[in-house]
């Protein structure tokens, strides 16, 4: 099955933050109006940083019943939640702490324990939330990395391979370091999963990976984000996009 995914490419970096944050909110109060909830995973990194501390500001944050939305998150270092890696510390300083959800509907992942454990804990954690039914998120947000990585599924490491957990540990050589991850079976599952990336720096890789995109290869992870019957939406600035638009001439979104 060929995968043809929607493209919006904005003017800037701000322009794209805005844009992602106003997509989000429409996604979440669509859930709730739909189902009475919304099930939410989001990513770590700089570019959703500024995305974040827009939805956390009015008006948008007093357009959203909180108390209605479970936030998760696509992947953690193995740190803990204070420390300045912490995918978790960066989501709860710019959105969490300034909205008004209750502290059972916010699941994240214990960084400081042991990674093993940690995932098996999280996915445990997932199936009481979905009980008695596939585990199935509303919106999964995704970057990429510059050497096709997402979440935390980096090329060449065993995540890559995995069939049956919905969350795993993984040891990622070229960092010397320990993640726990979303893997390709959970990501998959979600309604909507939308790519967020920004920067020049990114432009190469979003070319590769989106030629690639019809013919995943492992080697470029991102390649297998391939919603099993969602919706897939790449947001990039210009820059990110810089190398596709240059080939292909994709307009930028108004």
């Not at 108390?67 to 420390?83: G, I, N, Y």
């Not at 445990?124 to 039914?133: D, P, R, S, T």
Request: contains cysteine; glycine residues 4%.
């Amino acid at each position: 099955m060929e995968l043809h995914p929607d493209i919006e490419v904005y003017q800037s970096a701000a322009e794209l933050e805005q844009n992602a944050a106003e997509k989000i909110f429409v996604l979440i109060n669509q859930a709730i109006k739909d189902r009475g909830l919304c099930f939410i995973a989001l990513s770590g990194g700089e570019t959703p940083r500024p995305i974040y501390r827009i939805l956390a500001s009015a008006p948008m944050k007093d357009r959203v019943e909180w108390k209605r939305v479970h936030l998760f998150f696509t992947d953690e270092r193995a740190v803990s939640p204070t420390d300045p890696q912490s995918n978790f510390g960066m989501v709860n300083l710019e959105l969490i702490s300034h909205i008004d959800i209750p502290s059972k509907n916010v699941h994240r992942i214990r960084g400081e324990k042991n990674p093993e454990l940690a995932a098996k804990e999280y996915e445990w954690e997932l199936h009481e939330i979905f009980i008695n039914e596939i585990i199935k998120y509303d919106v999964v947000l995704l970057g990429v990395g510059e050497d096709g990585h997402t979440a935390s599924i980096f090329p060449e490491t065993d995540v890559v391979e995995e069939e049956n957990a919905f969350v795993a540990a993984v040891f990622v050589p070229r960092l010397d370091a320990w993640r726990v991850t979303l893997t390709f079976k959970s990501i998959n599952n979600a309604r909507n999963v939308l790519f967020l990336v920004s920067g020049k720096k990114k432009a190469g890789i979003v070319l590769q990976i989106l030629n690639a995109a019809a013919s995943p290869v492992k080697i470029l992870p991102a390649t297998m984000v391939r919603p099993i019957d969602g919706k897939l939406l790449w947001m990039l600035d210009e820059d990110a996009a810089w190398d596709y638009e240059k080939l292909y001439g994709i307009r930028t979104a108004k």
